[in-house]
């Protein structure tokens, strides 16, 4: 894990499937020099104390973040499992109900695993942005924390645009923006509710 390029980064965002109490993040690196800089970065920017060589950070973790995420982590792989299984009954729930006119599942690679940090649906259809959007107003209006994860692609938001790009020079990611609708998951899910939220989509569709 974490070693695909030069640098591996991670969120320990406490609703991530591995959180911490609070805020909380991990880089890993084989790259020495590379280890250096981040590891001044996170502080200040600077190798002695009050003195800067970069612009940097306070973005230490803290050793009680680092406690309780020592104390999750081995629960991690059972976790993932469960979510595993959430997203396989979701699956089972949604094309049992004759949904798949109007959404699209999660792919997953015949040679790949998924672990479901979100189970992430796409709307279909020429007007899917306005009715993704009523979808999410009406599960929400249900409880059901439905959210779109993410609603403007990262080449067209404003602390991007000396960049260049325009709309449309990324069609798919727009696309992917204007479509997509996460439902609940976690491991604590049950049954019934899972039930619940899949009920609520065929309600709203038909």
Known sequence: TGTLGLMGCYSFYPTKNLGAWGDAGLITTNDGTLAKLVRTLRVHGAEN????????????????????????????????????????????????????????????????SHIYHQYTLRVLGDKNPETRDKLRDFLKANNVGAEIYYPLPLHLQECFAYLGYKKGAMPESENASLSVLSLPMYPELTPEMQRYVVDKIKEFFN
């Open 49 to 112: 104390r009050y003195f800067h060589q970069h612009i940097g950070l306070n973005s230490r973790l803290d050793a009680l973040q680092a406690a309780i995420l020592r104390v999750k982590l081995k629960y991690l792989d059972k976790w993932n499992n469960e979510r595993l299984q959430r997203a396989d009954f979701y699956n089972q729930l949604i094309k049992e109900s004759g949904l798949l006119k109007y959404i699209s599942l999660p792919s997953v690679k015949k040679d790949r």
